[in-house]
Structure formats: C-alpha cells, structure tokens
C-alpha cells in the first residue's frame, strides 16, 4: 500500500486513495458511530471537511466549547450504552477535552476523544497550538494513540473502539498530527488489531465462585445487594432485579446505579453513602452478608473503610480484577462480567425465608425515616421542586442529567427512577458543568424523550453556553434551575464545619450583604444573574418561578415548550442536603437533623 | 518485603512513561526498575524490585496489568531466579598508593577493572544486589567519585518456574 504526501503537483490517480482524515471519518462510519460532538481549529480542519463528506451517516453536532463537547459524547454514552464520540482541534482545544475524559475515567464511560496535533514535523518544537496531549492524558484515559502513520489508522480506531466499550469501559484518546489527515493512502481496511497485552473476553465467574454465593445467601440472615454503575453498563438490571425478586434481599444503590432497580420497589433501600438514606446505611451497617456488584467501595460510599459493614461476609463482583481488595477485602471475590455473574446466580441461588423478617425490619426502618424536608415551608424547597417533577414526568420517557453539588444528592434522594439509563450524573469526578452538555448528548440520542437538567446556579454557569448548541441543533433540552444564588454543597460545609464563615460561596456581586455572610433571612434577595434573560438571548424559552402554588403549572409549562427551555426556580440557600455521614466517619456519626 | 515483578510490554512510545507515571500516581516505592529489548523485538521486559506488604504488591501487579500495552507481569519473587545488577565506579586509586588493595578486591568480588587513569580506576562489576552492595562499602573508604547502576534484571531457572518457598535466593551469586 502505497503512501504519498498530498503537494500541489500530485494528485490521486487512484481511487482508492483516501487522505488520512477521510480514513478516520470513514473509520467512524464503520464503527457505528452516528453522533460527534465537534469544535474545529486549525489542526482539525481537515477532519472537519471530511466530515461534511459523510455528513448523510454522522451526525455533526457543535458545541460551544470543547468541554460541552466531551460531555455531551458522555451523555449519548450514558444513555445509551454506545461509545461517545467528540473532536477538538490541537492545544487548547485538546486540553479543554481533559477534565471531561478524567470524568468519563471515573465512571468507566466509553467515550472515544480525537484531537488535531501539529505536524510530524512541528511535534516537540512548541509549534502554535501545540500540546503534549497524550502525555497530559495518560493518567486520565484508559488507551490513548499518537499517530505517526497514516497506514496505522484503521487499526487503531479499531482498538480504540474495541477499548473503549469491552472490559471496565472508558475513554480512549486518538491524538492525529495534521500532515497525517493530509496524506493518503490505500487504507488496509482488515488490519487485524494488535492488542497482545488487552484480555478480549470479558472474565466470567467460574461455576464453584457461583455455588460460593448462592450458598452465602442461603446461610445469610440479614443480606444486602450493594450494586452500582458495573450493573448499568454490563446491562445486568434485569438480572439483578430477578435476583432482587428471587431472594427478596434488599438491595441498596450507588449513585451510579440508580435506576438499576426502580426506585419503587420494596426491596429499594435507595441510595447508600455520605448522603444515603438512613435505612440503607443501617442495613449495611447490620448486614451479615453484603454482595457488592459492580462497585468499587468509594470512600463517599463507605466512609471508614474499616468500619464498613464491620460484621458482614463481603462477596465482591467487579470486571476490573484491581477493583477486587482494592478498598475493602472481599471473602469471595469474583471477578466477572457482573451480567454473567448475576444471571449464573439466578440459575441455582435459592431463597432463605429467614430474610423476609429482614427485609420487613428495612421496610421499617425506610417507613420511619424516609428522606424528609419541610413540606410546609411557605416558598419552594428545592426537595420539594424535584418531588414535583418527578411526578409531574412519571408517566413520561424521562431522562435527568444533573450538575454537582446539593441539587445532585437532592435529585438522587427525590427524584423516581424507573430504568437504567434515564440518570446521567457526574459521580466520581463530581464535575460542575456537566448537566446541560450531557442532556445535549443524551437528548440526540432521543430526539422524542423529554431530557431535563435539574441544575444548581453555580454548576450551570459552567457550561451555560451549551444552550446555544440546544437552541441551534434542535436539541430542547429542558433546565430545572435550582437557583439558591449560592455554592449550596460548599455553603453547607461552612455551616457545619467553618463556623458559617462565607468564603467565596455567594455567586452575586461582591457588594451585596451576602457576599460578606451578612445576608437576611433563608433567600438571597438580590438576584444575580438575570437567568431568563440570558435563556432568552440564546433563543430559549424561560420562566421564574418563586411561589408554591406556582411551581407545578411552570414545570408543566416548561415540559410542553417546543424547545429548550430554562426555569429559573428561586429557592432558599440555607437547606442542607441530609442525612449526612462526614468524610471519613462511620453510619453512627450520621447528621440527621 | 521486597518483590521483583517481571513485566513484558510492547515495544512502542510512551510505554515506559505510562508506567512510571501511573506508578508515581498511585504513590508505589519502587526500588528499581530496569528495561530494555527482548528476543522479541516487538516487546521489552521490565524489572521491577517492589518493596510493600502482599496488598500492595497485589496492587502494583493489578494496575500494571490494567495498561493496555502491558502483555504479562509475573511476581517472580517467590520462584527460584537468578538477579543481577550492573555496576561502573571510579574510585580513587593513585598508582602505587591503595591500587594494589583496591585490585585485590575486585578480584574478589569477581569485578574487572575496565579503564585505568592517572589517579583513579574503572570497575565493573555485576551480581546481586546485596553483593553490589557490599563492594560499594569496600570501596567507599577509597573514595568513590562516579557510580552508575543498571538497575535489577531477573530471570526464573530454568524447570524452577515453580514456586519454591524460601529458596527463592539461592546460589545468585
């Protein structure tokens, strides 16, 4: 196969001579890939072009910053378990790309990452633009590729696909000098990937492993199913809710496994951790067996490691052999595809009776302390604001995308999920920004389904641009706005742990009383910014909302706006987010008031 | 306790940067570390001596499996193995003064002197660590003023590529 740089004297004779940007757009066709999310600059230009060129099988959304762009790849990820896909030119726009593919890391979200580079010859001269962005990426991606030979590209996209989306998924980055999308070449099409040190097959649980389990559970009295995010993207919710029925074990949820189980179902203790229920952190704290699948024992899930589920019997399932003792030490550990692993167990595993006494005491326990707020309060609490909601869509296809901070544990106490994939959270990361951008991904994904960001004020002002890309695109993506004018999340740490101190909390001008800590009463009264203007400069529909009674009509308001769509729902600042177990402490040091 | 890892990876950029940085990340001591070709010009082999209890060692060898360049770790710690370690000093040794000595030594350690100066001498010397140690504390009285060391390289014997419990050292000199 021949390869030529592309001069002006030379031209392709033969047809089937591809430039090197159209081997990679093409490369995306033949990996299935629909959606890009996409910012051009000057070394990704060529890519671009091509891309017009197969603009009738990919989709070309663009973002209004690099960041928005990764994120909404991780929405379509997120919501539909395919890979993710977004592109940015050299530089600056490759690093603006670095906190989005750390977060997918985190969350194991299959995303694939091309960026522009400078030239072969530029590379390592701090050429204009230049980054080492493979180097930067190293930590924060599961794979990543600096191409240096246009014949190499169909094999790497290959793996890079193949990466992302087997094993413990993430983000893999594809890094393609400019002079490489300039060349051409007659692409070898079946080059055979070259992956000697990458295990295929997913590992699967080995017959006695499952007999282990299956005999823990007949043996346990008080068992808990402690499952997350390795349920969701193994596609194991139907599994584990059969188990669930099979056994009637109460199962508790991470953040990243909510929805794995529908919110509703008696065996639901929801979710477990620093911001967990009451009754899910008891039940652990009690359990004498706990089967932990698809987790990684996070110190927000387990606070003292050591005091964990001090006097249980701990069966650890996770594809990721490092997971395995990595936190807490397992008494059966398995490692295997969780799917596998659960729909093994469903075959043999048999119910003990002694559970169902258990399972009322948690029933109990969640009957006298639900997740509570003041239903009373003259004005909308933000607990309240997403009740709201999630009656108001439960009857609707819904997905919800939050930001990070207090509107995100609120949303993941309150609101109702009924399936995998409707809750798109930025969990081990917790990066602020995420919740706009990742709706726009997800509501491209499903153009019918009614995808609501339920954002804080802070967080939405870190991608607050994406709502030109929904207003352009056609993507009517809808904003809950929980606006508190405040970092709530930092101010609730303030408030229990620095004396109240405000320090850089209020999001409002710096002469207002409550930039000093000196503010009146629960609201900020002064409002900063002007939230339905901006929304409405961008082309959006948008509304405020302050009164109780008004609350419903607007939500209902914004669901039927044809297009994107912000509510500004002014609520008050000094609401914690409980219960809360502090870092580091244990289910006994719980804040409950 | 100290561990040696055995790691064959593939023989391509960035390799050794991935692994040196997600063992700096993750906070992992590692005494010495050690690369180079294979038979097989498509992978290196990479040392590693590794000092931490059985979870961390656990750790190390998990993570470095995770990278997708890495193809193979084995703790050959427990195995019986033969360890070497290169080594090039120059000690001060003016002609007539301690040279003599400093020769006698070398002969003992089983060392050669590689290049003569008008005050000072060149050796070479290979063997375990704790040899290579040991002829360091002989010559440090001489005055030693340059040292480069390899770092660890092992392999397993052969038909010993089970574990044999506290033999795991033996006859390495």
């Keep these: 196969m021949g390869v030529r740089r592309v001069t002006a004297a030379k031209t392709a004779t033969d047809s089937r001579l591809m430039s090197g940007a159209d081997i990679l757009v093409k490369s995306l066709v033949e990996n299935g890939v629909e959606r890009i999310f996409a910012y051009p600059g000057g070394t990704s230009m060529p890519m671009h072009q091509a891309l017009t060129r197969y603009a009738d099988r990919i989709r070309t959304i663009l973002p209004r910053h690099e960041q928005g762009g990764c994120f909404a790849a991780q929405g379509y990820a997120r919501s539909t378990g395919k890979p993710g896909v977004c592109m940015a030119t050299s530089g600056p726009g490759a690093t603006n790309l670095v906190t989005a593919l750390a977060d997918a890391k985190l969350d194991s979200i299959p995303i694939v990452a091309i960026t522009g580079q400078v030239t072969r010859m530029a590379i390592g001269t701090d050429a204009f633009q230049e980054t080492p962005i493979v180097e930067v990426c190293r930590g924060i991606t599961k794979h990543h590729y600096l191409v240096t030979d246009i014949r190499d590209l169909p094999r790497i996209l290959k793996e890079a696909f193949h990466i992302a989306t087997t094993g413990r998924q993430g983000p893999v980055l594809v890094d393609l000098p400019k002079d490489v999308q300039l060349e051409q070449c007659i692409p070898n099409w079946d080059a055979p990937m070259d992956l000697p040190g990458y295990r295929a097959e997913p590992p699967r649980a080995k017959p006695e492993q499952i007999r282990q389990v299956a005999a823990a559970i007949k043996l346990a009295k008080r068992p808990v199913l402690y499952a997350g995010g390795g349920v969701i993207s193994s596609g194991a919710s139907a599994a584990l809710r059969e188990l669930v029925n099979k056994t009637n074990i109460p199962v508790t949820l991470t953040l990243m496994g909510l929805g794995a189980v529908p919110t509703e179902d008696r065996h639901c203790l929801d979710m477990l951790g620093m911001h967990g229920s009451v009754y899910s952190n008891w039940a652990v704290r009690d359990c004498d067996l706990l089967i932990a699948v698809g987790v990684r024992f996070d110190d927000r899930v387990t606070g003292k490691v050591s005091a964990f589920a001090r006097h249980a019997k701990i069966v650890h399932i996770d594809i990721d052999p490092s997971e395995i003792n990595k936190n807490k030490e397992a008494h059966i550990p398995i490692v295997s595809d969780v799917k596998f692993a659960l729909e093994e167990l469903n075959k043999v595993v048999e119910k003990n009776d002694e559970v169902d006494a258990w399972l009322e005491q948690c029933r109990v326990w969640k009957r006298d302390n639900p997740f509570r707020y003041d239903r009373n309060f003259d004005g909308i609490l933000p607990q309240h604001a997403i009740d709201v909601l999630s009656d108001l869509t439960r009857n609707r296809d819904t997905i919800i995308s939050v930001g990070v901070g207090q509107h995100q544990m609120w949303s993941a106490q309150f609101y109702k999920f009924h399936r995998p994939r409707t809750w798109l959270c930025s969990s081990g990361l917790g990066t602020m920004g995420f919740g706009l951008p990742a709706a726009m991904g997800a509501q491209s994904a499903y153009p019918n389904s009614l995808v609501i960001d339920i954002d804080g004020d802070g967080s939405f002002q870190m991608n607050i641009q994406e709502l030109a890309t929904c207003y352009c695109e056609k993507l009517p993506v809808k904003v809950m706005l929980l606006n508190n004018q405040h970092l709530g999340m930092v101010v609730q740490w303030e408030d229990r742990f620095f004396q109240k101190n405000r320090a850089h909390t209020y999001l409002g001008p710096i002469t207002h009383a409550e930039a000093r800590g000196k503010g009146q009463g629960q609201y900020a009264e002064e409002r900063y910014p002007d939230f339905v203007t901006i929304a409405k400069g961008y082309g959006c529909g948008s509304a405020s909302v302050r009164a109780r009674t008004d609350l419903a009509p607007a939500i209902e308001e914004m669901i039927n706006y044809d297009g994107p769509y912000v509510l500004d729902v002014e609520v008050p600042y000094v609401e914690h987010v409980l219960p809360m177990i502090p870092a580091g402490q244990t289910v006994d040091d719980m804040i409950t008031e | ?173």
């Design chain 2, 1 to 173: 306790m100290r561990h040696v890892l055995s790691a064959l990876v593939q023989n391509v950029p960035g390799v050794l940067a991935h692994i040196s940085g997600m063992l700096a990340s993750r906070g992992y001591n590692i005494d010495s570390l050690a690369v180079g070709e294979t038979e097989n010009p498509q992978l290196s082999r990479m040392t590693f001596v590794v000092v931490g209890d059985d979870r961390v060692l656990e750790q190390v060898r998990k993570q470095l499996e995770k990278i997708v360049t890495v193809v193979q770790v084995d703790d050959i710690s427990s195995q019986n193995y033969v360890e070497r370690d290169l080594m090039l000093l120059k000690v001060k040794a003016p002609a007539g003064g301690s040279r003599t000595e400093i020769r006698e030594l070398v002969e003992i350690f089983r060392g050669r002197i590689v290049d003569v100066g008008a005050d000072e001498v060149m050796i070479e010397i290979s063997g375990r660590e704790t040899k290579i140690e040991a002829f360091i504390d002989r010559m440090r009285p001489y005055g030693i003023s340059e040292l480069v060391r390899t770092g660890r390289i092992a392999m397993v014997r052969s038909g010993a590529s089970i574990p044999a419990p506290g033999t795991g050292s033996v006859s390495a000199q």
